[in-house]
């Protein structure tokens, strides 16, 4: 089976032309090839197809975590793919639609310097009627800006959002005064989320300028998060701690977030390709 590794800050992907794939268990496919050190490793594995490639023809994606789960939505995962088409010469025009669980998302080619390539992705409008978003609050509640929730002994102020996919936002002063990994995977599990939650913690070093951890669904620690880095800018902007154009620094690096006053969010960053080759699958294991 041939793939393609890439990342975006650090947040890594293996992708892979679904016409390879049939009769595949996508899910097992993810765990097996996400497997570090015995496998290609990975947090996800990124499943597209293809029409009519040179008429830039329809382009679908599917994600799976490392865990096997699979994802709403990726927004390093949407660079990642974009730049490999792009790298394989996809005529178009600068601009790539591709259409996710979450609704059809559009790329733009902000520059090139391959293997490295950059876009500014329409991430569309957040998602902050508790109705739409998968969680039971349990209780009569208007707002899920610094909610009150409880995780074994103790409370803590977050703010619940869905970028497409649910998030779970708090704000610290330090990383290194508790062990944030720790508590992301509780709050992953927590029984509000039915399907679980990506998780941020959010220090604030000014107006135009958030620092950001990751715990993401299915996959645990991460170098970066598009998603997350939106859910992220939308809570500090909720909480009044930022405007609303805000570089959001990750471990991997920086993305460029945007909430525009039409509601609608925009993120810029760069997807780097890796390798490519061909994966030799354990009979045992597939």
């Known amino acids: 089976m041939r793939f393609v590794k890439v990342h975006g800050l650090g947040n890594d992907f293996i992708v892979v032309d679904g016409n390879q794939l049939a009769h595949k268990d996508y899910s097992l496919l993810a765990q097996n090839l996400c497997r570090r050190c015995f496998s290609l490793g990975a947090d996800g594995l990124i499943v597209f197809r293809q029409t009519d490639p040179s008429a830039g023809g329809f382009i679908g994606m599917q994600i799976f975590n490392a865990d096997g789960s699979e994802a709403e939505l990726s927004g390093n ?21 591709v259409e996710t669980i979450a609704g059809t998302k559009t790329l733009t080619l902000m520059g090139a310097s391959p293997p490295e390539y ?3 992705l329409d991430m569309g409008e957040p998602i902050l009627d508790q109705t739409k978003i998968d969680f039971c609050s349990g209780e009569d509640t208007t707002s899920l800006v610094g909610y009150r929730l409880r995780v074994d002994e103790n409370v803590y102020a977050v703010t619940v959002t869905s970028m497409g996919n649910p ?53 645990g620690q991460t170098n970066a998060s598009g998603t997350g880095a ?7 902007v909720l909480n009044g701690y930022v405007d609303r154009d805000v570089c959001v620094e990750t471990q991997g690096g920086v993305l460029e ?14 997807a780097c390709l890796i390798c490519e080759g061909e994966y030799y699958p354990i009979p045992s294991l597939e």
């Open 167 to 219: 998030h779970c936002s708090l704000f610290v002063k330090d990383f290194q005064e508790f062990d944030w990994a720790g508590l992301g995977a509780r709050f992953e599990i927590h029984p509000s989320f039915p399907r679980r939650t990506n998780v941020e913690f959010i220090r604030v070093r000014g107006r135009k300028n958030l620092e950001v951890r990751f715990w993401e669904r299915g996959v």
């Open 77 to 97: 995962g949407l660079r990642c793919l974009a730049a490999l088409l792009i790298h394989r010469g996809y005529n178009s025009f600068g601009t790539i639609s």
């Open 257 to 270: 977030v945007s909430w525009h006053k039409n509601n609608r969010l925009s993120m810029i960053g760069p």
């Open 118 to 120: 950059r876009f500014k």
């Open 230 to 236: 939106c859910a992220a800018v939308v809570a500090a």
